[in-house]
């Protein structure tokens, strides 16, 4: 095992439980060994995730574990990383790795794929492969790593014990409700969360986030994000060229793209997106501040997330009065 000697951009935020013995070296090493060796930012979640309870060392520490970044920073990384550990460290009989759309959960199913294929020491640990209804990895040992899209029925029948929630700005209760209770009967279940900053509706990682950033009961909780600061002028626009406007300190840039800021000191990457992005995009996506609910309504946004039916199709013509 070598630890990388690098000291991690501290998160604005890291609630997490305490632990005396962690397996995260023994999952970076598998990185390693797959030539993916990980940022000091992706080893200390990884040391948080698979940390064992000091009281009960037959559990993880961390019932769930966010991490909450800038976009193409650490959080895809680190959700590889724990499918690694438990196809090949701690082996799951199943990780459920669940996605908004079916697209970004097939890349993520080939990118784990090539992972292992570079690896001869994985590869030959791997028992088949499926790629059809939805892709699958099971190794000898019987750990299986499924990839899905997310919906309200998604989940349903399935017994997972460790589940990776992608693009969990997008989570919705119906979601939630198909997939968190098939941990019920697992003896050691878990969650992990990725994602940017959240939209205004969405509820489920803004609550994740409220309890995360001040500490929760067996969670382990990470966001990187830029202060949010005044422009020079109070009525600025944050569009492109408007005289001091915040979204253009580069400063601000390296706070919250942690991994950006270590390979690229100049930000020109940043710099483009800054040009190309609306601002409210902009500062969501690669400043890390979020999008809050405006207004009071009758109906909360709970009530009315609540209210969602993914399956429901129209059935009959338009009608235009």
């Given at each position: 095992?070598t630890?990388?000697?690098?000291?991690?951009a501290?998160?604005?935020?890291w609630?997490?439980?305490?632990?005396?013995?962690?397996?995260?070296?023994?999952?970076?090493?598998?990185?390693?060994?797959?030539?993916?060796?990980?940022?000091?930012?992706?080893?200390?979640?990884?040391?948080?995730?698979?940390?064992?309870?000091?009281?009960?060392?037959?559990?993880?520490?961390?019932?769930?574990?966010?991490?909450?970044?800038?976009?193409?920073?650490?959080?895809?990384?680190?959700?590889?990383?724990?499918?690694?550990g438990?196809?090949?460290?701690?082996?799951?009989?199943?990780?459920?790795?669940?996605?908004?759309?079916?697209?970004?959960?097939?890349?993520?199913?080939?990118?784990?794929?090539?992972?292992?294929?570079?690896?001869?020491?994985?590869?030959?640990?791997?028992?088949?492969?499926?790629?059809?209804?939805?892709?699958?990895?099971e190794?000898?040992?019987?750990?299986?790593?499924?990839?899905?899209?997310?919906?309200?029925?998604?989940?349903?029948?399935?017994?997972?014990?460790?589940?990776?929630?992608?693009?969990?700005?997008?989570?919705?209760?119906?979601?939630?409700?198909?997939?968190?209770?098939?941990?019920?009967?697992?003896?050691?279940?878990?969650?992990?969360?990725?994602?940017?900053?959240?939209?205004?509706?969405?509820?489920?990682?803004?609550?994740?986030?409220?309890?995360?950033?001040?500490?929760?009961d067996?969670?382990?909780?990470?966001?990187?994000?830029?202060?949010?600061?005044?422009?020079?002028?109070?009525?600025?626009?944050?569009?492109?060229?408007?005289?001091?406007?915040?979204?253009?300190r580069?400063?601000?840039?390296?706070r919250?793209?942690?991994?950006?800021?270590?390979?690229?000191?100049?930000?020109?990457?940043?710099?483009?997106?800054?040009?190309?992005?609306?601002?409210?995009?902009?500062?969501?996506?690669?400043?890390g501040?979020?999008?809050?609910?405006?207004?009071?309504?009758?109906?909360?946004?709970?009530?009315?997330?609540?209210?969602?039916?993914?399956?429901?199709?129209?059935?009959?013509?338009?009608?235009?009065?």
């Amino acid at each position: 095992m070598t630890r990388s000697s690098a000291t991690p951009a501290a998160p604005d935020y890291w609630t997490h439980p305490d632990w005396r013995v962690t397996l995260g070296d023994e999952v970076a090493d598998v990185g390693r060994m797959a030539g993916f060796t990980p940022y000091p930012e992706q080893q200390m979640l990884l040391d948080a995730t698979f940390a064992l309870d000091p009281k009960d060392a037959s559990r993880s520490a961390a019932f769930e574990t966010a991490a909450i970044a800038s976009r193409q920073q650490l959080k895809t990384g680190f959700e590889k990383l724990c499918a690694l550990g438990w196809l090949f460290v701690l082996p799951q009989p199943l990780t459920i790795w669940s996605a908004h759309e079916f697209g970004t959960a097939q890349e993520s199913a080939r990118d784990m794929l090539a992972l292992i294929a570079a690896c001869p020491d994985l590869d030959r640990r791997i028992r088949r492969i499926r790629t059809s209804p939805v892709p699958e990895i099971e190794t000898k040992d019987g750990a299986r790593l499924r990839f899905k899209a997310r919906t309200s029925g998604s989940g349903r029948g399935l017994t997972g014990n460790k589940i990776i929630l992608d693009e969990a700005y997008a989570l919705q209760p119906g979601m939630m409700g198909a997939l968190l209770p098939t941990l019920t009967s697992v003896p050691d279940p878990q969650i992990v969360y990725g994602s940017s900053a959240g939209m205004a509706g969405s509820a489920i990682l803004r609550g994740v986030r409220d309890r995360g950033r001040v500490g929760s009961d067996r969670m382990a909780y990470a966001e990187w994000l830029a202060p949010r600061e005044d422009c020079a002028q109070p009525t600025c626009s944050h569009m492109v060229g408007s005289p001091g406007c915040a979204l253009d300190r580069v400063d601000l840039w390296r706070r919250s793209c942690v991994i950006t800021a270590r390979k690229d000191p100049t930000m020109k990457t940043i710099a483009s997106m800054r040009l190309s992005m609306p601002p409210e995009e902009f500062m969501r996506e690669f400043l890390g501040w979020w999008d809050e609910p405006l207004g009071d309504s009758p109906i909360t946004e709970d009530d009315w997330n609540a209210r969602l039916d993914a399956d429901s199709q129209i059935t009959s013509e338009p009608a235009f009065e």
